[in-house]
C-alpha cells in the first residue's frame, strides 16, 4: 500500500480512537476499563508503527495526540507494565538527533511532536507513587542533555514552554528525588535536615531557569519566574543550601538586570517582589555584600554615582518599602546612565 494511503488510514483511526478516549475519560472506571479492553489491540498496534513512522512527523504528531489522550483518561487501565512500556518505547526513540531533525528542520509539525512528548512526560511526573520514578533520571537527562542544547539559543518559543513546564513539574511533584528529609534529625533539633540528591541535575535545571531570564521571550520568562516563586511557597526553595549558597544572588543580579534594561517593563512588579523574596532569605548579605558588589559592577555610572545609589537604598525590610527601593534603584541607575552618555567627550563630571 503506498505511503499516502497508509498515512490516510492511520490518521482516520487514531482520530476516531482518540475521540472515543476523549468521551470515556470521565466516566466510571468500569466503563473506562470496558473501554480500554477493547481497544487494547490498537494500542498496541499503534506502538508497534511507531518506531516505523518516527520520521513522519504528521503521522507522529497523530500518535503522540493520541497516546496523550489515553495517558491522562485511561492511564490506570493501560496498568503498568505496559505503560512503562511507551515510555520506554517513546525516549528510545527520541534521541538527540531525531529531537534536532523534528525541531530543527520539521518546522511547527515537527516541534508540535517534540511538544506533545514532553506532555506525555508531565502526565507521568506528576504520577504518585513509586511506580514511574525510575524513569525520572532518563526523563531529566532527555531534558538537559538532549533537548535543552537544542532549543536553549534558538529565538523561537516553540517547545521552550513545554520544556520547562516539565521541568517544574519535575521538581514540584519529585521535590524529595532531590532533597531527602531525614526524621531522626528533625526531631533531635527541631528541624528538617535535608539532604542533597542529584545535585548535578538540579543545578543543571535551576541553570536553566536562569538562562531563560536573559532571554526577549516576556511569556517565558513570566512562566518560569511563576514556576521559581511557586517552588519557593510551597518547598522553600529559596532557602535550600544549594539555591541559597550559590545561586540565590545571582538570580537576583539576573532580575535587576532585566529591571534596568527595561526588557519586561510589564513583569517589573513581579520581577521586584521576586527580588524581595530571594533577598528577604539573606537580607544582611543582600545590603552588605551583594548591593556594593552589584553597584561596583555597574557601568556607565562613577564612583560618586554608585555611592549615591548605594545610600539611597534604604535597609527597609518590608515588601513595599524594599520594592520601592528596588525601583528607586532602577530608575536612578537609568537616569545617571542617560545624563552620562549625553555629555560631551572629555566632560569632567561633577
Same mark, same amino acid.
Given at each position: 500500500?503506498?505511503?499516502?494511503?497508509?498515512?490516510?488510514?492511520?490518521?482516520?483511526?487514531?482520530? $476516531?480512537?482518540?475521540?472515543? $478516549?476523549?468521551?470515556? /475519560? #470521565?466516566?466510571?472506571?468500569?466503563?473506562?476499563?470496558?473501554?480500554?479492553? /477493547?481497544?487494547?489491540?490498537?494500542?498496541?498496534?499503534? =506502538?508497534?508503527?511507531?518506531?516505523?513512522?518516527?520520521?513522519?512527523?504528521?503521522?507522529?504528531?497523530?500518535?503522540?495526540?493520541?497516546?496523550?489522550?489515553?495517558?491522562? @483518561?485511561?492511564?490506570?487501565?493501560? #496498568?503498568?507494565?505496559?505503560?512503562?512500556?511507551?515510555?520506554?518505547?517513546? &525516549?528510545?526513540?527520541?534521541?538527540?538527533?531525531?529531537?534536532?531533525?523534528?525541531?530543527?528542520?520539521?518546522? /511547527?509539525?515537527?516541534?508540535?511532536?517534540?511538544?506533545?512528548? =514532553?506532555?506525555?512526560?508531565?502526565?507521568?511526573?506528576?504520577?504518585?507513587?513509586?511506580?514511574?520514578?525510575?524513569?525520572?533520571?532518563?526523563?531529566?537527562?532527555?531534558?538537559?542533555?538532549?533537548?535543552?542544547?537544542?532549543?536553549?539559543?534558538?529565538?523561537?518559543?516553540?517547545?521552550?514552554?513545554?520544556?520547562?513546564?516539565?521541568?517544574?513539574?519535575?521538581?514540584?511533584?519529585?521535590?524529595?528525588?532531590?532533597?531527602?528529609?531525614?526524621?531522626?534529625?528533625?526531631?533531635?533539633?527541631?528541624?528538617?535536615?535535608?539532604?542533597?540528591? !542529584?545535585?548535578?541535575?538540579?543545578?543543571?535545571?535551576?541553570?536553566?531557569?536562569?538562562?531563560?531570564?536573559?532571554?526577549?521571550?516576556?511569556?517565558?520568562?513570566?512562566?518560569?519566574?511563576?514556576?521559581?516563586?511557586? &517552588?519557593?511557597?510551597?518547598?522553600?526553595?529559596?532557602?535550600?543550601?544549594?539555591?541559597?549558597?550559590?545561586?540565590?544572588?545571582?538570580? $537576583?543580579?539576573?532580575?535587576?538586570?532585566? =529591571?534596568?534594561?527595561?526588557?519586561?517593563?510589564?513583569?517589573?512588579?513581579?520581577?521586584?517582589?521576586?527580588?524581595?523574596?530571594?533577598?528577604?532569605?539573606?537580607?544582611?548579605?543582600?545590603?552588605?555584600?551583594? =548591593?556594593?558588589?552589584? &553597584?561596583?559592577?555597574?557601568? #556607565?555610572?562613577?564612583?560618586?554615582?554608585?555611592?549615591?545609589? #548605594?545610600?539611597?537604598?534604604?535597609?527597609?525590610?518590608?515588601?513595599?518599602?524594599?520594592?520601592?527601593?528596588?525601583?528607586?534603584?532602577? !530608575? *536612578?541607575?537609568?537616569?545617571?546612565?542617560?545624563?552620562? *552618555?549625553?555629555?560631551?567627550? @572629555?566632560?569632567?563630571?561633577?
Amino acid at each position: 500500500m503506498p505511503l499516502d494511503d497508509t498515512k490516510v488510514i492511520i490518521h482516520q483511526t487514531l482520530s $476516531v480512537l482518540e475521540d472515543i $478516549v476523549e468521551n470515556i /475519560s #470521565g466516566e466510571s472506571t468500569k466503563s473506562r476499563q470496558i473501554c480500554y479492553n /477493547s481497544l487494547q489491540e490498537s494500542v498496541q498496534v499503534s =506502538l508497534a508503527l511507531f518506531p516505523a513512522f518516527i520520521h513522519q512527523s504528521d503521522v507522529t504528531d497523530e500518535m503522540l495526540s493520541f497516546f496523550l489522550t489515553l495517558f491522562r @483518561g485511561l492511564r490506570v487501565q493501560m #496498568g503498568v507494565p505496559f505503560t512503562e512500556q511507551i515510555i520506554q518505547t517513546f &525516549l528510545n526513540m527520541f534521541t538527540r538527533e531525531q529531537l534536532a531533525e523534528s525541531i530543527l528542520h520539521e518546522g /511547527s509539525t515537527g516541534c508540535r511532536v517534540v511538544e506533545k512528548f =514532553l506532555k506525555i512526560l508531565q502526565v507521568v511526573v506528576q504520577e504518585p507513587g513509586q511506580v514511574f520514578k525510575p524513569f525520572l533520571p532518563s526523563i531529566i537527562a532527555l531534558c538537559m542533555e538532549q533537548v535543552y542544547p537544542i532549543i536553549a539559543e534558538r529565538p523561537s518559543p516553540d517547545v521552550k514552554a513545554e520544556l520547562f513546564e516539565l521541568l517544574f513539574r519535575t521538581l514540584h511533584h519529585n521535590w524529595r528525588y532531590f532533597f531527602k528529609s531525614t526524621v531522626l534529625a528533625s526531631v533531635q533539633r527541631g528541624i528538617a535536615e535535608e539532604q542533597m540528591e !542529584n545535585e548535578p541535575q538540579f543545578s543543571a535545571i535551576m541553570q536553566a531557569f536562569g538562562q531563560s531570564f536573559l532571554q526577549p521571550d516576556i511569556h517565558l520568562f513570566k512562566q518560569n519566574l511563576f514556576y521559581l516563586e511557586t &517552588l519557593n511557597t510551597k518547598q522553600k526553595l529559596y532557602h535550600k543550601k544549594i539555591f541559597r549558597t550559590s545561586m540565590l544572588f545571582q538570580f $537576583v543580579n539576573v532580575l535587576l538586570q532585566v =529591571l534596568v534594561h527595561k526588557s519586561h517593563d510589564l513583569l517589573q512588579e513581579e520581577i521586584a517582589i521576586a527580588i524581595y523574596n530571594m533577598a528577604s532569605v539573606d537580607f544582611d548579605g543582600f545590603f552588605a555584600a551583594f =548591593l556594593p558588589e552589584f &553597584l561596583t559592577s555597574c557601568d #556607565g555610572v562613577d564612583a560618586n554615582q554608585k555611592n549615591v545609589l #548605594g545610600r539611597n537604598f534604604k535597609m527597609d525590610r518590608d515588601l513595599p518599602s524594599f520594592t520601592q527601593n528596588v525601583h528607586r534603584l532602577v !530608575n *536612578d541607575l537609568r537616569y545617571y546612565r542617560l545624563c552620562n *552618555d549625553s555629555l560631551p567627550p @572629555g566632560t569632567v563630571k561633577l
